[in-house]
């Protein structure tokens, strides 16, 4: 039986063909900096929230849902088979819940993340903190 008072998180892929609702909660948010996890994003690193306890539901396009399981390996992800976004996945039979934490239409009501593998980082990641910042495309900049 479900508890109400769990927390329910919404998300979807960048098409907007899938959707789902995760309900419970997550037990880390982990920013993974491995040569896997960069070359799978194709980004600084990984950030992907689990769950020992919380339940996925697909509220739609639940059967464009793709997986891959790089050979050999635990490293597995999801992704919308139109899109190409990542999605959930759960892995180890069941027994753990992968949220992308970029598919979530709300990004506050996470635990704080934490960065892991940071020996592999790529050389480039020290200057991300420090980067500039701005609000928007910055047109006089970039042209
Ligand atoms: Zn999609
Ligand atoms: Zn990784």
Redesign the pocket.
Same mark, same amino acid.
């Given at each position: 039986m479900q508890r109400t008072d769990e927390p329910v998180h919404q998300g /979807?892929? +960048? *098409? /907007? =063909?899938?959707r789902f609702e995760v309900t419970g909660p997550f037990d880390a948010f982990m920013l993974c900096h491995c040569s896997r996890c960069r070359r799978d994003t194709g980004s600084v690193h990984a950030a992907n929230l689990f769950s020992g306890s919380a339940t996925l539901r697909w509220a739609s !396009?639940g059967r +464009?849902v793709r997986s891959f399981r790089l050979a050999g390996t635990r490293h597995e992800r999801a992704f919308?088979?139109? *899109? !190409? =976004?990542a999605v959930p996945s759960v892995q180890m039979e069941g027994a753990l819940l992968v949220v992308p934490a970029g598919s979530l239409d709300e990004t506050d009501r996470l635990p704080p993340p934490t960065h892991i593998f940071c020996a592999d980082a790529a050389a480039w990641e020290p200057g991300v903190a420090a980067a500039p910042r701005f609000a928007k495309l910055p047109t006089d900049e970039v042209g």
């Open positions: /979807g892929c +960048l *098409c /907007g =063909a899938v !396009g +464009l919308c088979g139109q *899109c !190409g =976004a």
